[in-house]
């Protein structure tokens, strides 16, 4: 280079032109580096060749010779020239003329390296104010081409007489483009632009979606995306339907300094005729809405809001798919492991058995925790606090008022035993407003108190085995509790406690009731078996069996819960993890009177690589409840779903799954589909079937393909026929 080629005068030669540069390029600072350097002073002309780097604040421009006129201020380079801009762009060219300040500049056989590793080549290019690039006849593509044929058409790539980058705008604009597929034009328009690689957000029109069905129609959707600032947007997304009303819904979001909400909704009018006699209501739609904000360090608030005007919009729309809408307000504070709620609830049922003046709504609900310090007598000591205000319209309302305080020690013998006892005090008020008149047109009241004082031990000593294969571990535990009986008098409603389901994850629970309103009273005790295996090689099992027992009458739990007679349904887990792909789970309950299966779960989840070490993953769930815990129509339910994804080559992916209702030996849904993903490219199609009816709700077929171009967008469409599919 320079340093090693130049005697002192050509470099002294060097600096002048250095400082000169830095004087006619805004201050910027340019070094010069090459194998030779030739200064005619005359001419006020610099030529440098071979690996010629010239390097600015800003700019870095390399190629095989540079001639800088420093009368005209141009620069002009040949042979594999190539200039890096501030923001990472590079330029390639054959032949390049530019300003001495790089902004301006005219160049043959150029390439234009953006970012995502979009690329532009053309014929020609002009450069202009640092901001703007002309090409002509160009390509713009961000696939790859093939390593085994060079000279071979990328995926896509769209062809145009004319390319303008105008990097202030961050927009790329075509005239008289084709997107050609493999070298084939399959899309002529005048005029198409796009925002640039850089762009993660702008307004303008998004990608639309077709789809057809018997019930909605040709249904048309055009997204606009509004990006109001750089903190807010706006997305509008109407759907255009031939057969019914028009569905107009968009989504707002904000962020703010200290959090963000975001706003979702839809409203339609639909033609009452087409839509059928089930759902003929005047006005359909429904406003999602999600916030947190960050008060303190350590105060949080925000809301969730779910509402929709009907019970089955949501479904028929695939908006949403739940039974129930759960909308809630909240404040929060947490301070280490102590911490205070407020919050409130609203919920709106779907099923044709709710009744929405029965199903109640609170404000507010307030929990509190906090944890003494130091030990007292070597255990824990936290107390808590839980005050509800539940209203109906119709039914009965209450208020409640807990307060509870408790002491729990642990501690661990040399010999591995765990012992463990806890006392717990928790007293109540509730303020009772039933549905029912008293002389005086006034409902009735009434106060409830009670006190709950409860006792217990545990204890637990893990025994270890250290075979050839592996280590086992058996573990036997066993809980004592006491609490008063009678602790449950009938004049205090429930509302939080009315679904007990019993099984391992509640078998050592001290009160095994969900909520607050019952309470788990009597002496009973609670016992069970923990086996472990880990082996040498990786395999890993676990098991647990376990039952309590209550040793005195209490009130009764639900029928179906398990826990409904003093012997307890047996609950178990099984655990089987034979080798890294796979992964077996059952969770059972069996009645110990006949030893009958009464609750079955069963978990399996596999990924492996097979054929050429293709990933292969699938997972199947089986599902059977007895009738016996059924207990609105004491029907049995047994289910099976499964799916599988299989990436058979690299850019290739098949996947399914299915549901099945083996009690009806009918099918719920279905779902195949075909994915394609490499660097610039997505296609996907897939074929899907729901044979569920709900009201207006039918079964329907549907295939759905999407097609999406990297930096450009996607184009979607489906086609839905509804019709005798179900069963």
Known sequence: MLAAAFTLLPAIALSSVAVAQSADVAGDTVLIEADEMVHDRDNDVVTADGNVEITSDSHVLLADSVVYDRGTKTVTASGNVSLLQPDGQVMFADTMVLSDDFADGVGNTVRLLLEDNARVAANSGTRSAGNRTELNKAVYTVCDVCAEDPDSSPLWQIRSFKVVHDKEK???????AFIEFFGVPVFYTPYFSHPDPSVKRQTGLLTPTIAISEDFGTSVRTPFFWNIAPNMDFTFRPRWQTEVGHVYAGEFRHHLGFGEYTIDASATWPDEDAVGVNAIEPFRGHVFADAKFDITQKTTAGLELKLTSDETYLRRYDIFNDNDLISTAYAETIDGRNYARAEAFYFQGLLTTDDQASIPFVAPLIDAEYYFKPLIAGGQVKASVNALNLQRVEGTSFQRYSADIGWDLSRTARTGEQFGAFVDVRGDVYVVDEDVLVPGGKNQSSVQTRLLPTVGLEYSWPWISDSGGGAHVIEPIVQAIYSPSNSNPRDIPNDDSLAVDFDTTHLFDRNRYPGFDRFEDGARVNYGLQYSYVGDE??????????????????????????????????????INPAPYLDVVSRFRVDPSDGKLLRNEVDLTSSFNVFENRPFALYANYVFLDQSLDTTNRREGEEINGGFSYNFTDDWWLSASARRDLRRSAMVSNWIGLTYLDECFLFSLAFEQSFIRDRDIEPTTSVVFRIELVTLGEFGGTTDVAGPTGN
Request: aromatic share 6%.
């Open 538 to 575: 990786g395999g890993e099992a676990n098991l647990l069996l376990g039952q309590s027992y209550q040793l005195e009458d209490s009130a009764a739990f639900p029928r179906g819960s398990g826990l409904q007679s003093s012997e307890s349904d047996v609950v178990g887990r099984l655990q």
């Open 170 to 176: 961050k927009r790329v604009e075509y005239e008289d």
